[in-house]
């Protein structure tokens, strides 16, 4: 059962463009939600994360948003550049009662100069 | 202030073969988690431990087990190694579970089992 679910496996962007990255969960209780970044032979590291009592986090170039109603997130890179090639992840927890965070299956973002 | 580090970086096992993936942090964090990552299938938890001396599953434990004998250090064993275990392995820990924290991962061990 995948709690967690990016349907989009990869995605090419113009460099300067909007790049929206799209992340679905089905586990009510998940209330904090991050997204991480992974380029090729490293550990995948910290972009971005949204508390549940928010609706929008704004960090430079991303953005992230969060509808609960329809349990849905997404990732903004505004302008995108190539530096900003490499795989997503998405990943949620409920605070309160785990210690896990579960991943999506990551979207692999390609920007072209 | 190293951070997550993971040792090996790489290793080819027969199958049948063991061995110990080691995952060390300087962070003083409580949990500690060991993922592996396969094309496709993201991020999967092998196993995780929310203090020294703790263990528990996660999504897909079986042909692993792990021990945290000391806070800064998590250990993945593999008792015999079979080819489906081929994967990159990534050992992350986190101060705790709650708004604002996020997990740091180590670069990785890329296993190969023939």
């Known amino acids: 059962d995948q709690q967690v679910k990016q349907n989009s496996p990869s995605l090419s962007v113009q460099e300067g463009r909007i790049s929206i990255l799209n992340c679905d969960y089905t586990?009510?209780?998940?209330?904090?939600f991050l997204w991480y970044k992974k380029y090729p032979a490293e550990g995948p590291t910290f972009l971005i994360s949204?508390?549940?009592?928010?609706d929008k986090n704004e960090d430079g170039r991303f953005t992230v948003f969060l509808n609960k109603s329809a349990k849905h997130l997404s990732l903004h890179i505004v302008p995108s550049q190539p530096g900003d090639s490499a795989v997503y992840f998405c990943?949620?927890?409920?605070?309160?009662?785990?210690?896990?965070?579960?991943f999506g299956t990551g979207t692999r973002l390609k920007v072209l100069a | 202030n190293a951070g997550v580090t993971q040792t090996p970086k790489f290793r080819v096992l027969k199958t049948g073969q063991s061995m110990t993936l080691l995952c060390a942090q300087d962070?003083?964090?409580?949990?500690m988690y060991w993922y592996r990552q396969d094309p496709g299938m993201g991020l999967r938890l092998i196993h995780y431990?929310?203090?020294?001396?703790?263990?528990a599953k996660g999504e897909v434990p079986d042909g692993y087990n792990v021990s945290r004998l000391k806070k800064q250090n998590f250990l993945l064993g593999l008792e015999s190694a079979a080819p489906s275990q081929t994967s990159v392995y990534f050992c992350?820990?986190?101060?705790?579970?709650?708004?604002?924290?996020?997990?740091?991962f180590g670069p990785g061990t890329r296993l190969l089992v023939l």
């Open positions: 990943a949620a927890s409920a605070t309160s009662g785990t210690y896990k965070y579960i």
């Open positions: 586990n009510s209780m998940f209330d904090y």
């Open positions: 949204i508390s549940s009592i928010k």
């Open positions: 962070m003083n964090h409580e949990y």
């Open positions: 431990s929310v203090g020294e001396g703790t263990t």
């Open positions: 992350a820990s986190l101060r705790e579970i709650s708004a604002g924290e996020t997990q740091y």
